[in-house]
């Protein structure tokens, strides 16, 4: 069965500086691979995603992940951060079986 | 309009009182979740659904029921809400393994 660890439950970066959340799964089959965004009172909206092919996968807001399977990992980075970047991530794994699973999540706080 | 609704937004409730929660969608997908969101354990998959007349337990699916009414529409029930099921739920739709999921704005649950 597949999971999902984070590790770090809260963030704290300054902003202009290097964003990086971590991500480790484990899945028995090649996965696909997501990252999802949730502001405050809000649902949640997908970053990025990691199917097939290139292995450094960008989304939307300047992010990045890059999937290294030798170490069952999938980092969420952006180069500088931003105070609107301040929010909870969300890891998830998906396979041939149809669950998507979720990490538990890492808050991420924006010092100005 | 959105894609997917979840009714109602929030809800309280008494210990041992029966409650659905909602979520219809107009996306045309054939996979429906729900999930639960507690602070510090991320999501919590409870029931999935690939269509009609498949549906599958989650990791915690003690306490809940589902149906799936129709391809757009997917209810979770409480039969007897207890305190601890106070939490944050989610539905959301997807198409395929390898894609996004879409999800609800989320209901806030009280069980007193």
């Known amino acids: 069965a597949q999971s999902v660890t984070q590790l770090g439950s809260h963030v704290s970066v300054s902003e202009g500086a290097l964003v990086l959340l971590r991500c480790n799964y484990s899945?028995?089959?090649?996965?696909?691979l997501f990252w999802y965004v949730q502001y405050p009172n809000q649902g949640l909206q997908l970053l990025l995603k990691?199917?097939?092919?290139?292995?450094l996968v960008k989304g939307i807001n300047g992010f990045e992940a890059e999937f290294k399977k030798s170490e069952t990992s999938f980092h969420l980075t952006k180069p500088s951060a931003h105070m609107s970047d301040a929010a909870e991530y969300f890891c998830?794994?998906?396979?041939?079986?149809?669950?998507?699973?979720f990490g538990a999540g890492t808050i991420l706080r924006v010092k100005s | 309009d959105a894609d997917v609704t979840q009714t109602p937004r929030n809800r309280i409730t008494k210990t041992g009182k029966r409650i659905m929660l909602e979520c219809s969608q107009t996306?045309?997908?054939?996979?429906m979740y729900w999930y639960r969101q507690d602070p510090g354990l991320g999501l919590r998959l409870i029931y999935y659904s690939f269509d009609v007349k498949d549906i599958n337990k989650g990791e915690i699916s003690d306490g809940y029921s589902v149906s799936r009414q129709a391809q757009a529409k997917f209810s979770l029930s409480l039969e007897s809400a207890i305190p601890n099921q106070t939490a944050l739920y989610f539905c959301a739709t997807r198409d395929g393994t390898n894609t996004e999921a879409f999800f609800g704005q989320g209901t806030r649950l009280t069980v007193v």
């Open positions: 990691y199917t097939t092919g290139a292995t």
């Open positions: 899945s028995s089959v090649p996965p696909y």
């Open positions: 998830a794994v998906s396979d041939w079986g149809n669950k998507l699973v």
């Open positions: 996306k045309g997908h054939d996979r």
